[in-house]
């Protein structure tokens, strides 16, 4: 797996953006491309998923077709994210982080007033 992507809500490990598992597929009226991180989360959570996205070190929240990059709550030592793992040293997961993670999922997916892109900060892509 080039680009492995952990699925936090069941724990699967899917192919972020990688074109073995883009698949087209019709989604609210529209066949569109779809990538393994979006598959698995129209399956595992009606389309809304949350994904660990391990090479990059951002947590991928995906909403109505969007995806925002919020920053991963493993951090290390000094409380610094290490995206792309690039200075590979040991990663812990910061709970306080982890929760705040939780509670902006539960908010986006149980409040129907919620909106991501507004309330999130990140950068949306469009996936
Ligand atoms: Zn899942
Ligand atoms: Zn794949």
New binding site residues.
Partial sequence: ?KEPALCLLCGTY??FA?P??TRQQRFLNRTMNHG?CTLHANECTAGSGVFLLIKHGYVLVLSRGRGILLPSPYVDEHGEPDPGLRRSCRLFLNHGKYERLQQQYREHTTNPAFDPLRELPGRWIAM
């Fill in positions: 797996m899917v192919c990688s073995c598992c393994g």
